[in-house]
C-alpha cells in the first residue's frame, strides 16, 4: 500500500512538473539603426523586446519570424546564434532585416501624419 501511494504520488508530480514552455511575448521595438540605404534593398539593425512569461531561463537556437505592419508582410529576420533568456524577464533580440524601398515608403506616409501601426 505504502508503495502504491508513493508510486501514485511520483507520477502526479512527474506530470504536473512537466509543463510545456510558454510562448515568448512581443513588446516592442527598442532600437532601429540604418546599416545601408539604398533606392533598392535597405539594411536595418534593430533590437526587438520580449517578455519571457515562463519560471525557467531558456536558450534560443534559432529564430525564424516575420516582420508584419498593419497585417501586410514587412520584411523577414533570423538569428542562427545561441542566445540565453533569463525567467521571467524582459529581454532584446538583436536583428538584422533586409527591407525594400517600396515597403518602406508604403509605411512612412502613415508615420507622417501619426497614424497608428499595428506592428
Known sequence: MK???????TIILFFSSCAEPKPLVFKGVQ???????????????????YQNP???GLVLNKLDCNVYINDELFT?????????IPSNAEFAL?????IELSSLLKNS???LFNNPMKI
Open 3 to 9: 508503495y502504491t501511494t508513493y508510486l501514485l504520488f
Open 31 to 49: 532600437s532601429i539603426k540604418i546599416e545601408k540605404a539604398s533606392f533598392g534593398k535597405n539594411i536595418f539593425k534593430a533590437e526587438f523586446t
Open 54 to 56: 515562463n519560471s525557467f
Open 76 to 84: 523577414q529576420y533570423t538569428l542562427d546564434t545561441n542566445f540565453s
Open 94 to 98: 538583436p536583428a538584422t532585416m533586409e
Open 109 to 111: 506616409v502613415d508615420i
